[in-house]
């Protein structure tokens, strides 16, 4: 069953993709062309990764947030300000974004046997 993890819409549309979790600038060469940025937040120095991106999910930030601006100025879809989400998902893992609706979906970590 899937889950479903919740914040704040920013910027509008779906997009499906791998997630990346990135921690700073030291991460940005694992970034790939369709992930999924996943991170604490951005600043100007993280705008590059936008172009590449399909989607963008932060743990922080709001409407007026670095990350929600430039992915609308870019046309992906962004959710900010989802909690603990650094530590929810696991690199790789396949997301689906709906910025509209402020979701990032995505598989269990672990499914049970039973």
Do not use: Q, Y
Not at 1 to 27: E, K
Not at 40 to 66: C, K, Q, Y
Not at 89 to 104: I, P, R
């Amino acid at each position: 069953m899937p889950v479903t993890l919740t914040g704040t819409a920013a910027s509008a549309g779906s997009a499906h993709g791998t997630a990346r979790i990135i921690n700073g600038p030291d991460d940005f060469g694992r970034f790939r062309l369709g992930d999924v940025l996943v991170c604490r937040t951005t600043d100007p120095a993280w705008t590059p990764l936008f172009g590449m991106a399909a989607a963008v999910v932060t743990e922080s930030g709001g409407m007026l947030s670095h990350a929600a601006i430039v992915a609308r100025e870019f046309g992906i879809p962004a959710v900010v300000g989802v909690r603990d989400v650094m530590t929810l998902l696991a690199d790789g893992t396949s997301l689906t974004v709906n910025g509209s609706l402020g979701t990032v979906a995505c598989a269990p970590v672990a499914e049970s046997a039973e």
